[in-house]
Nanobody, 123 residues
Framework: QVQLVESGGGLVQAGGSLRLSCKTS????????LAWFRQAPGKEREFVAG????????DYVDSVKGRFAISTDNALNTLYLQMNLLQPDDTAVYYC????????????????WGQGTQVTVSS
């Protein structure tokens, strides 16, 4: 069974930084892609950043390019999202997700999800 457990959310002022972590346990399942999504109140779940497990290709939504960085530590089975220059529009619940295909960015293409961690950015 695949398990994803996020941590690291919190309250931060605009311009500040946070690092989210996602501890992954994939069991016998082959996971090819890990990603971060976010969902703000009243909005649809949005792709934020993704990374392929082979080749480490990364993708970002335009609104976070240059501010956020996704990475993995395979020895620790952990996915990270370093978030810098945070803005109030970044306020959302952030979800870690895993897929059995490469390079996918739609939520429907991810089979496994964490429980989410709240990020709140005050102005």
């Amino acid at each position: 069974q695949v398990q994803l457990v996020e941590s690291g959310g919190g309250l931060v002022q605009a311009g500040g930084s946070l690092r989210l972590s996602c501890k992954t346990s994939t069991g016998p399942f082959r996971i090819y892609r890990l990603a971060w999504f976010r969902q703000a109140p009243g909005k649809e779940r949005e792709f934020v950043a993704g990374i392929n497990q082979i080749g480490h290709r990364t993708d970002y939504v335009d609104s976070v390019k240059g501010r956020f960085a996704i990475s993995t530590d395979n020895a620790l089975n952990t996915l990270y999202l370093q978030m810098n220059l945070l803005q109030p529009d970044d306020t959302a619940v952030y979800y870690c997700a895993a897929a059995r295909r490469f390079a996918v960015i739609l939520a429907e293409d991810y089979e496994y999800w964490g429980q989410g961690t709240q990020v709140t950015v005050s102005s």
